[in-house]
């Protein structure tokens, strides 16, 4: 029998968790690893068997998604070790150990981008500090050569902890020590191995935890780089949480057709360019699929032909021992479809895990994503722009846009989906694509650029936007690149009884700066006076879809499919303008500090403004698609301008076009409304005064079934909810052709309790598409 205190020591050692992250010693390249985060990831590469920062800038981190510290009162271990690879600097600048990283929803994800804790380690000086302590003993030489940090807790009186801190050399020479009690409150949280041009802001560890906390700038500048080796976190205060790492594969997106066909594209991790990787699919159980990883997009694509589809497959995708699985369902046939279609999302809210929660309740049978899933500030650290080719422009999208696949990708793993890129996906405001011309940046990156006309990042890196959102769509109707060899998606989907027509509507837009000059438009606003007082003119040169995509849409148009009564054109924005500003506003660049109004309230003078951006201009290649999407008795569904709406578009009068429904964002920081101070005409009775017929500041007919504007309330955060976000739901009837259509508030679902479980005020609205019937 052994003695108590053996055992009790014997029970100590095994309930201490001890996590070291691991990486490819021999290979130099920027992915860090599966249980690691880097910010930014174009900031960071392994090479010689550690993990370099590359690019100096405040709090650049590399955050251990599966360790935790949890509440216990029990000791830990945080260990690192660092390497200067910058000369020595005189920067306000430190190195070494957050840990208690937390963000609002506590969700590790979030944390991983946006945590805030404390900070331990060397100030560029050598001084150590923990928080706002700083020794005054000895200092570390400088600059840090295999400089070993250990940072120590263990309980101690009231609610404390003492925490200690020890560098030593490669040697195990002591360098320097320091000791401070810190309130347990600050502790629990995910930890990160930091260098930073800035330092940590003043905090108070000796008093409970607020609940919100400065966070460490991020600004890019200055020269203080390290490389970091020998990561652990150990310790019974310490928990390992395995199923958090993240790659080498994130995420699979799928396509199943009508026609027998499956397209099923894998994301990947960021490998080296150099590497060769093979991925291979499994589907029910026979491995008999592989393809290259492509180096630029890290993307893997599978197209398989005369699949059975009309019963149920799962599938397994494998890199380097990493396994993704997943269902293929059988094609809906002979009953109603469900669509999600959502839009919008910067990282306010992420991983959004009630809205995600939210979407499923409805149990979609596919989903649509209409834009934007990528932001340029999204996850922090700004964004990296250039128009030559430049593999950190790309690193950065890649993390950008992994947000996106952290946050749907256990929905995508099952069902079907259509991404479509907008501008800001490629690192635009604005977007008049132009046909694939570059866009003039000899002036800099910022609005003249993208007024020009055309794009402002390379080839390249639009391709890979294109590819890695699109790329498990059906193949291009008509694959000749664009200009530049910039790609091109436009294409036909049918699934079920869904017949789709998928659209690029920014990416052959005219830019309007370079043909209506009198219009002095900045941003896509007119600063002449006279556009707001009559609709701003068109031009005969102007092109909305171009060319080939009219063409493709009359052909569409021209040859229906009796196995997919429902026509759909999915595409970026709503072919008109409806939104409004007070009428001494000439563009919406003062829209966030205006105030969000309660239910009930009016502004007393806003009117149509005309944005550019949306696709109320070109007005004569506007009527063009309208009419062909009208022949094919097609509805349109759209996302973009941050505001959810349904209406019927006007061709030669009000109410004889296409009906539209255009998705809530999911987050935005640009609260849009449509609130005009002249009533529409012609509303339903007991209908809001923001419905019925109206022209849009471009002279075109439309008529507001409903929208959903921002309004003031009781909900957290502000910033969030306030804004009028959420999600559309389409439910597609094949029996009868008709297709019910409702905005829902993010926070809402039939899931959920009164009041939470309908949609936004004014849905569900049913209507016939070919005929343009309301019931």
């Not at 171009?546 to 499919?561: C, I, M, S, V």
């Not at 002249?678 to 929208?707: L, Y």
Request: with cysteine.
């Amino acid at each position: 029998m052994k003695p108590f205190f053996l055992t009790l020591v014997l029970a100590q050692l095994a309930s201490a968790a001890t996590i070291e992250p691991q990486w490819e010693d021999a290979i130099t390249r920027p992915w860090p690893g599966p249980d690691l985060w880097a910010n930014p990831a174009e900031d960071w590469t392994v090479k010689g068997g550690r993990i370099e920062n590359t690019f100096s800038g405040g709090n650049r981190n590399l955050v251990l998604l599966t360790a935790e510290l949890t509440p216990a009162a029990a000791p830990f271990t945080v260990r690192c070790r660092v390497d200067q690879v910058s000369p020595a600097s005189s920067f306000q600048a430190f190195t070494g150990i957050q840990i208690g990283l937390t963000a609002p929803s506590g969700d590790y994800r979030e944390t991983a981008i946006l945590g805030v804790g404390f900070s331990a380690g060397l100030h560029a000086d050598g001084s150590l500090f923990i928080g706002s302590s700083v020794s005054t003993d000895r200092k570390v030489p400088v600059p840090f050569r295999l400089v070993t940090l250990e940072l120590q807790g263990a309980p101690a009186a009231d609610g404390r902890f003492k925490i200690s801190l020890v560098a030593t050399d490669s040697s195990g020479r002591l360098l320097g020590n320091m000791a401070t009690n810190v309130h347990a409150s600050w502790l629990p949280g995910l930890v990160a191995f930091t260098v930073s041009s800035k330092l940590p802001p003043a905090i108070d560890l000796t008093q409970p935890r607020p609940p919100t906390s400065p966070a460490i700038p991020q600004d890019r500048g200055g020269d203080v780089r390290m490389a970091f080796d020998h990561l652990l976190v150990t310790g019974e205060k310490a928990s390992h949480l395995p199923d958090r790492s993240f790659g080498p594969i994130l995420w699979v997106t799928q396509a199943p057709s009508n026609d027998g066909s499956l397209r099923l594209l894998v994301q990947a991790a960021s490998y080296a360019r150099s590497e060769k990787h093979d991925v291979f699919l499994i589907l029910d159980g026979k491995p008999n699929y592989s393809t290259a990883l492509d180096p630029i997009t890290r993307t893997a694509k599978f197209t398989l032909r005369r699949i059975d589809l009309s019963t149920h497959h799962t599938y397994e995708v494998t890199l380097n021992g990493s396994s993704f699985k997943g269902s293929i369902h059988p094609l809906p046939k002979g009953r109603p479809v469900t669509l999600a279609a959502l839009s919008c999302n910067n990282s306010t809210g992420f991983p959004h895990t009630d809205l995600v929660a939210n979407v499923a309740a409805h149990k979609p049978d596919l989903i649509a994503f209409l834009g934007n899933q990528v932001y340029e500030t999204g996850g922090g650290y700004s964004y990296v722009v250039d128009q030559r080719p430049n593999e950190r422009t790309i690193l950065c999208y890649l993390r950008k846009y992994a947000l996106h696949g952290w946050a749907w990708r256990e929905v995508l793993r099952d069902l079907p989906s259509a991404t479509l890129p907008d501008d800001h996906d490629v690192f635009h405001d604005k977007l008049w694509g132009a046909g694939g011309k570059l866009a003039e940046v000899f002036k800099g990156y910022s609005a003249s650029a993208q007024d020009s006309g055309g794009y402002k990042m390379s080839p390249e890196f639009v391709g890979a936007v294109h590819t890695t959102q699109t790329g498990n769509l059906p193949s291009p109707i008509d694959p000749l690149a664009a200009d530049n060899q910039i790609s091109v998606y436009f294409t036909r989907w049918q699934y079920g009884p869904l017949d789709m027509a998928i659209l690029a509507d920014h990416q052959f837009k005219s830019a309007p700066c370079e043909l209506l000059p009198d219009g002095k438009i900045e941003n896509g606003w007119p600063m002449n006076p006279d556009y707001f007082t009559a609709p701003p003119p068109d031009h005969p040169k102007a092109e909305l879809l171009g060319p080939r995509q009219e063409a493709f849409l009359a052909r569409w148009a021209d040859k229906p499919d009796p196995t997919t009564p429902i026509r759909i054109v999915l595409s970026q924005t709503l072919f008109a303008s409806p939104k409004t500003l007070p009428a001494a506003t000439q563009s919406d660049a003062n829209l966030t500090a205006m105030k969000i109004l309660k239910a009930g309230e009016y502004p007393p003078d806003d009117r149509p403004m005309p944005d550019f951006n949306s696709n109320g201009w070109p007005q004569a290649k506007r009527q063009l698609a309208l009419q062909l999407m009208k022949k094919a008795g097609a509805l349109h569904v759209t996302g973009d301008q941050h505001l959810g709406s349904t209406g019927q578009y006007g061709l030669k009068t009000h109410r004889d076009g296409p009906w539209w429904i255009s998705s809530p964002a999911i987050a935005n920081l640009w609260p849009r409304r449509w609130m005009p101070a002249t009533k529409g005409t012609n509303p339903r009775p007991g209908d809001p005064r923001e419905t019925g017929d109206f022209m849009d500041a471009f002279g075109n007919k439309i008529t507001i079934a409903a929208v959903a504007n921002p309004v003031a309330m009781d909900r957290e955060p502000a910033t969030l909810f306030d804004h009028a976000v959420g999600y559309a739901i389409l439910t597609c009837d094949p029996a009868s052709g008709h297709v019910t259509l409702a905005n829902w508030p993010y926070w809402a679902s039939p899931a959920k309790p009164a009041p939470d479980h309908h949609p936004y005020p004014g849905w569900p609205i049913t209507i016939d598409p070919k005929s343009g019937t309301r019931y």
